[in-house]
């Protein structure tokens, strides 16, 4: 079964940038799905979506509070999709998943969450 690693988080102030990574183990994502998802989650809350990319359709949708200052995109090969974090807040520290769907929307993606990547935005 392919597996998703996520990379890129770190340690960042507010105001800065980060670019998140999600690679497929083996083959390429638009084998293993119709949409990857970007989600992120604190200690002791549930996890939320914060991104959604259609890898056929190029469609992308992002939650209100990122919509704006977060890009989701894949390379042309589809191993990879990433997610450009742009002036980012505290708020938004948290550990990124990302996750594949074989749906139309990123609502209920196939269970099988990674590591994930720690971001943590602070002054």
């Known amino acids: 079964q392919v597996q998703l690693e996520e990379s890129g988080g770190g340690l960042v102030q507010p105001g800065g940038s980060l670019r998140l990574s999600c690679a497929a183990s083996?083959?390429?994502?638009?084998?293993?799905?119709?949409?990857i998802g970007w989600f992120r989650q604190v200690p002791e809350k549930e996890r939320e979506e914060v991104a959604c990319?259609?890898?056929?359709?190029?469609?992308?949708t992002y939650a209100a509070p990122v919509a704006g200052r977060f890009t989701i995109s894949a390379d042309n090969s589809k191993t990879t999709v990433y997610l450009q974090m742009n002036n980012l807040k505290p708020e938004d520290t948290a550990v990124y998943y990302c996750?594949?769907?074989?749906?139309?929307?990123?609502?209920?993606?196939?269970?099988?969450w990674g590591r994930g990547t720690q971001v943590t935005v602070t002054a």
């Open positions: 996750a594949r769907s074989w749906y139309d929307h990123c609502q209920n993606p196939v269970p099988s």
């Open positions: 083996v083959g390429t994502l638009d084998a293993n799905a119709v949409r």
């Open positions: 990319l259609g890898l056929f359709d190029g469609d992308k």
